[in-house]
Nanobody, 120 residues
Framework: QVQLVESGGGLVQPGGSLRLSCVASGGIFVANGMAWYRQAPGKEREMVVA???????NYAESVKSRFAVSRDNAKNTAYLQMNSLKPEDTAVYYCRGTKIQLGRPPAYYWGQGTQVTVAS
């Protein structure tokens, strides 16, 4: 059973930091590539960062130099380190995992999301 479980969200003051975790299982391997998205109230879901199987990263301009993605392949876990948080970073954060399917396009799966609120 495919599962992606995010954790680490919460309430933080502007300028603070949080680290989100995403544990994958059920045939999803973070080593195959994954991404973090977020969705703020009333807005569309947007990509925060994507990392390929080869480790190439693509960050949204709004988070460059503040956020950093990493992976622990042995734990099949991805992380999103968020520093210098701003109120506009407030959103539900989702991880998206990639399942490789031989002979077919890869399939993408989503976690349930974790709320990040940046406010004083």
């Amino acid at each position: 059973q495919v599962q992606l479980v995010e954790s680490g969200g919460g309430l933080v003051q502007p300028g603070g930091s949080l680290r989100l975790s995403c544990v994958a299982s059920g045939g999803i391997f973070v080593a195959n590539g994954m991404a973090w998205y977020r969705q703020a109230p009333g807005k569309e879901r947007e990509m925060v960062v994507a990392v390929s199987s080869g480790g190439v990263t693509n960050y949204a301009e709004s988070v460059k130099s503040r956020f950093a993605v990493s992976r622990d392949n042995a734990k099949n876990t991805a992380y999103l380190q968020m520093n210098s948080l701003k109120p506009e970073d407030t959103a539900v954060y989702y991880c998206r995992g990639t399942k490789i399917q031989l002979g077919r396009p890869p399939a993408y799966y989503w976690g349930q999301g974790t709320q990040v609120t940046v406010a004083s």
